[in-house]
């Protein structure tokens, strides 16, 4: 019982049949129904008219858009954001500028630190085809990236990174941010650039006045740093921070000069539970398209999407559009879809459309988004960052 | 400032260079030191005696170990379960079965139900290659699998699949799976096989003592049933369940036929908190290496893998090997460890090993697994069935 594979198993090992193939995920023309599950769906009109809201609300407040790429990973993403006037994008690792520089995205903003020498030689060589800028918090990493910008003979622009509450990356002290500045002057392959000021825990503060805020404080850090910047007679050509929860608030503040937002063209339960109480108010436009795969009981029904097509970290997704369904647990594989009383159960091979919790970890978990108007499938898009960590 | 790309954007992107591609993250023969971050790493000799030990265990019981490959989704990883004696293995979706197939695997169970036209397809084409089995929970499906399977000239083997207490999938009582396997058996391509009773929220019971009593109630359950099936004059040749948390009581059972664990070779984290008070304790073998990016303040420093590199519905990575340092905080891309008082801090640069909380989905999000032996890589393993959750 315990023995290794059996006869049987290795004549048809042996058969000499052709593999079989993963059929495509969904065609152009096809209905939402004709979509194999777990899918990652867009609807595109509502993802365009997000698009356009945010880049409207930059060129309004005088300020750039630099979508952030680690949001979606997709090239076909980011080249619908640059033509709209976004101008360039941010990445967060290195290894992810990749898909969108072969996507001919020339303007790469890499919003976190690059350390150890193959990350650093990837960037140099980036470089060589884009503008490229990095941040740094450190001085001996400053003296590396001079080191393979300059074997790599390009030039890297260098925005300091500084803390402004979020207590990740970053220097706490104008002080600090200055002696890093000089620094990078003072090296070859390098030019100074400006600063980052980015406050992530910030993006979910729920209440509206809350958030607004905690941007204002935020910002007068950043604002404080820039003063003392110009007293030393550097100019910070650029502020960049911001995101969908705080863009509302830092593009008319007149701190930052660029915006680095990520989620707005799609957006998730978390982003949902904010309060939109101003201008800027983006809708979902991401889904999980699953299929009810069994109906084991009257109060339950299992899809097919579980912790691997969606992540839990900011919570469970919901059930799209139909009364009284609620997921109420993912497992690796599976998602339980528990029916209130009442409730119209969906039938065994029914499709439900889900909203992912958090948007950017569930679209690392998907190698296509499937972009649909009105019920049809418009095109199937590479998500060609996905894995992309390094 | 909200214009397009600039013109000096263009001329980069008209240079006509070579575009620059990610090196390999390891190569054999190199150090730890020199795989680049983050990466899924794996202690080989530890791995090679938990196969051996569930093996062992297997053999000893007279039940037959049929490894779960959603686990890893590694054929490398299946060929050595296979070639130590494991019957085949378990997938969980359909979709994941091929990259085990193309490596050579013949003996496939897919341990859930398989709902619509092109999963039931690709199911039947396997099976054109390999002894498949499926799960069955309801009869309108039972009909579908005859029809792909006639059509495809193949025949399917079936596990009926009762709830043993999960409440997720499955039939609840003895009377519905045998109206299940009278259908089975009325159905051409169709063959009955015995049953599916898996109970996957008792693998993480902590109580070495509360898991035995639960696995012999799960246990009675699926004895129960395949009375009732004797009785009727059905014979359960398999019935398949159990998982690594479960193992220690599932195959001395006299129940359970055939064990599916997957957790076993690597563990983590949660597994970890599990008491193991008996024969069978397994070692961790699975690490996530990350690199120190920052190191912002006395208190803390920041690494390179966060929510995209390590999942945390279980809960937070753990550091090995360093006393006073707590991976404390996942963001998307960032892990913040935090220094007790007296720990010696990690420097820029240096990596640091972090034992992931949840195996399986952690290996999801990884593409490669860096075999290692005593500190030196080894081999690169493909996670071919990453994302195959179709």
Redesign the interface.
């Known amino acids: ?6 006869s ?3 004549d ?2 042996g ?1 000499g ?1 052709p ?5 495509p ?1 969904a065609q152009p023309g096809d209905a939402l129904a004709q979509v ?3 899918a990652l769906v867009v609807d595109l009109d509502i993802f365009e008219d997000n698009l356009r809201l945010m ?1 409207d609300w ?2 309004r407040h ?4 630099r979508p952030h790429g ?1 949001a979606h990973k997709c090239p076909e993403v980011a080249l619908r954001q ?2 709209q ?4 994008i941010c990445v ?2 290195v ?1 992810e500028a ?1 898909p969108f ?2 996507a ?4 790469i903003h890499v919003s ?5 020498e ?2 650093l ?2 960037l140099a ?2 470089a ?4 490229v800028s990095v941040c740094v ?2 001085l ?2 400053v003296a590396e990236l001079s080191r393979v910008a300059t074997a790599q003979g390009v030039r890297l622009d260098v925005l300091i990174e500084i ?1 402004v509450g979020q ?6 002290s104008p002080t600090a941010a200055l002696e890093l500045a000089r620094r990078v002057e003072s090296l070859p392959g390098l030019r100074f650039a400006g600063l980052q000021a980015y406050q ?1 825990s910030l993006q979910h503060l729920r209440g509206h006045t809350e958030r607004a805020t905690a941007c204002r404080e935020a910002a007068a850090r950043a604002a404080q740093c820039a003063r003392a910047f110009r007293e030393h007679g550097y100019a910070c050509a650029i502020i960049s921070g911001g995101g969908t929860g705080t863009a509302e608030f830092d593009a008319p503040g007149r701190v930052y ?1 660029e915006l680095q937002a990520g989620s707005y063209p799609f957006m998730d339960v978390d982003y949902g539970e904010n309060e939109w109480a101003g201008e800027l108010s983006f809708r979902n436009s991401l889904f999980l398209l699953s ?7 009257a109060d ?1 029904v ?1 899809v ?2 579980g ?3 969606t ?3 900011c919570g469970l997704p919901r059930v799209h559009g139909r009364t009284g369904l609620k997921y109420a647990a ?5 998602g ?1 879809v528990r029916l209130a009383a009442g409730a119209v159960a969906p039938a ?2 029914e499709k439900l459309l889900l909203v992912p919790s958090h948007c ?2 569930t679209f ?4 296509q988004l499937v972009a649909m108007r009105n019920g049809v499938v418009e095109g199937v898009w590479a998500i060609s960052g ?5």
Do not use: F
């Open positions: 019982m315990e023995s290794s594979l059996d049987t198993q290795m048809i090992a058969s049949l593999l079989p193939t993963l059929p995920i194999d599950t777990p880049q930059a060129v005088r300020v750039s858009l680690k640059v033509a006037g976004a101008r360039g967060q690792k290894s990749l520089l072969a001919g995205i020339r303007d976190n630190e690059v350390v150890g193959p990350k030689t990837l060589c980036i060589r085809q884009a503008r918090d450190n001996a990493n803390d207590g990740r990356c970053g220097v706490a992530g000069t299929t009810v795969m069994s109906t084991p009981a339950r299992i097919d999407a912790l691997k097509s992540t839990v970290e993912a497992n690796d594989e599976h339980v065994l091979g950017d970890p690392n978990l998907h190698d996905r894995g992309h960590s390094r």
